[in-house]
């Protein structure tokens, strides 16, 4: 029998505990964060991606102890209910300076997205939705945009940390969406542009080898904005260690899927500048 989930709860105590995060990350803004490699081209952790990511651990386990946690620096292993916890997405932003960062809190049950929110501290902006309940940006319902053609539309994707020589590293993808519309934007932080989907401000979104804790609360959010979330396939989203993603106003989904299906990969970047 599934386990009886009251969404308002888990949303309105996982928006307190994404503030309470967002105020420590904010003490190492712009300061010392002990920024260090932790994989290839450039992907990094700091001291406040496992502060923050400890915290929301101890936090969400005390809000909700029946659900199981992932996070990005910790680990996990979700089985039916689990929050999927980004601490910082964005790390390479935060730890030089850069504002474009958030925290990401996603639970999802056997069912699919249970509730979501995403806090980007130092741009002011809280996204939470619960299922069935809608989404707001601090306290204000969104909605997603009514772009209905790519010639019109602002789209948002991403690289891998490998792009350097990751013969699947999204560039042939990029240039040939961005000659099509009004321009694809590349801000790496997934969960926030996601986020800006469901707030209508990018009518598309795509991106490949994203992790459960990236997507999780955007998913909610956009479903609950009047969006829609497939794989790049167009198969239904089901949330995984490592997924890929497409993520639209609705509108513009086949359009975006078709375009990106028709794209041939660009051979591996050497290197040389």
Known sequence: MATAIDEDRARDGAHEIALEAGRLLMEGFRGATGARAKGEGGDLVTEYDERCEALLRDRLGALLPEAAFVGEESGGSAAGLAWHVDPIDGTGNYAHGHPWFCLSIGLWSDEGPVAGVIHAP????????????????NGQAIAVSETAGLDAALLATGFPHDRATNPDNNYAAFVALDARSHGVRRCAAAALELAIVADGGY????????????VAAAVCLIEESGGRVTHLSGAPFALAAKVDILASNGRLHDPLKDALSHVRALPPHDGVQ
């Open 122 to 137: 130092a741009m002011g902006l809280t996204y939470a939705a619960a299922r069935g309940r809608g989404a707001r940006r």
């Open 203 to 214: 009518d598309g979104f795509w991106d490949r080898g994203l992790s459960s804790w990236d």
